[in-house]
């Protein structure tokens, strides 16, 4: 009878005058004082070795966010613990006397636990009450804390807005006190098909975001967007999911700022993949986007990213690819093309920054290209800005350069009495040219003038002994030459007299006549 008549007065004292209060002794789990979402209860550090602990009744499923008033002298720390008393999540964010508060604490219906310390020892001030307020809202499309690990990943809205926060500064619980506080989510797409995944999150003020995407089969970084800087956006762009897949992504501050007040949103959005846009990841030959149609875009993100498209040539005649690449903004882009194992056949750097660079024509035939896009300091990076790479492919003409020709083994063959057409780009380009003479005679060699081009003629014999050279008064104007020549095999090799002066856009006419 005693002891149900204190039972009474207690659940008296916590609901007299409206305003409840805690039991003491609560500081320990076996006596916590019981509290609900919705409420506010109210409590006194006795001492400063002091603990209260309070059994927080969830009745749905949700998100749980608390704040605890601050009190002179008390530097708090909360713990939050599941129904085991396995702590979750850990919270000391301020000095003495400021306020505490947890946020996107994930809850299912049951009971957890919430302690209430603090580590000024010089705390004394046992008359003033602190005040806890308990809140509960629907957890749909909301961070569920804890999410710090990988295993304890939040679900991500596909399609639609996921809200978290910053928040708190640092991992209280991990092994050292100077890991950062992270988010990690997981994604899924549990249909059948290629698509692609654009995601944005929103800048959160004073905080420098960092977006990693993980793959959870082998569990490696495949993706990293840090373009922007602090209080800003990050946004990735036409990330390919080949689905029924699952990824994980992880959401983190490049320092301890962090933010209670404005939540991050990230908003996703996932579309059939329709092969106009780079599927990432790309960064590598492996992993090259195919490059069907006559364009296709993609960004630069994060610095230093490569992106490699597939090129297939399935018909045996020659042809001529030509490739166009759009400029960006504040970055120098530079193109280059290779084979089917990945050898380098040209590199097209000819502009410099915010300029366009072509590749005037590379002759080919069956078989797999790639064209890697990149930018050149390997430092910039924008998700937010796309270039247009576009792609030609005529068919190989009589009377047309055929490059690769920059060297004495893969020389194009032209005869006496016949032009011939090219252009004397990327950067550096050099271009070779074989003949045979068959009966003495008088040679002459003649290459039109291009703009912004000094050429340089010189003619080898069949051993690559140099005969004769000849070049252009200056610039934009014609060079050619005579000479006697006797029956055999002979090279020309036309260049520009500087390795930096190119033109894609005029072409030139070589001719060779006997006289």
Known sequence: MKRSLALALAVFSLCA?????????????????LVKPGKTIHGAIASPRDVDVYKVDADREGVLSF????????????????KDRVELKRYDETGTGGDEEGLDLGVVPGFYYLAVSNKNPKANNPSQEYGLELKLDPGRDNESEPNDTALTASALTVGGVTRGHFFPARNLLSATTDQLEEDWFRITVDREGLFSLNMDVSE????????????????????????????????????????PVQYLMRLRSKSRAASAMAPYEILTELLPYGGTTEFEPNDQRLDATPF??????????????????????????????????????GMDLSLLVTDDLGNTLLTIDNSGKESPETMTGLGVSSGTYYAVVSEKSRRASDSRKTYSLAKTLTPFQPGLEFELNDSTPVAQPVKVGESLDGTMAPKGDVDWYEFNVYQSAQVSTEVTGVLNIKFMLTLFDQEYKELFASSSA???????FQQQ????????????????????RDKYTLRLKAQ
């Open 474 to 480: 200056r610039a934009g104007e014609a060079a050619s």
């Open 485 to 504: 020549l006797e029956p055999g095999t002979y090279y020309l090799r036309l260049a520009a007299s500087d390795p930096g002066q190119n033109n894609v």
């Open 17 to 33: 005058c409206g305003k409840l209060k805690e039991g003491e002794p609560n500081d320990h789990f076996t006596s916590a004082t």
């Open 67 to 82: 704040r605890l008033g601050g009190i002179k002298d008390v530097d708090f720390v909360v713990s939050w613990q599941d």
């Open 292 to 329: 069907s149609g006559d364009s296709i875009s993609g960004t630069v993100s994060p610095s230093g990213d490569a992106d490699w498209y597939r090129i297939v040539i399935d018909a045996p005649e020659r042809r001529i690819l030509g490739l166009s690449l759009s400029p960006l903004k």
């Open 204 to 243: 959160v003020p004073g905080v420098d975001g960092v977006l990693e995407v993980y793959d959870t089969a082998n569990f490696y970084k495949v993706k990293e967007v840090d373009s922007a800087g602090p209080g800003e956006p990050e946004i990735l762009r036409n990330f390919g999911l080949r689905g």
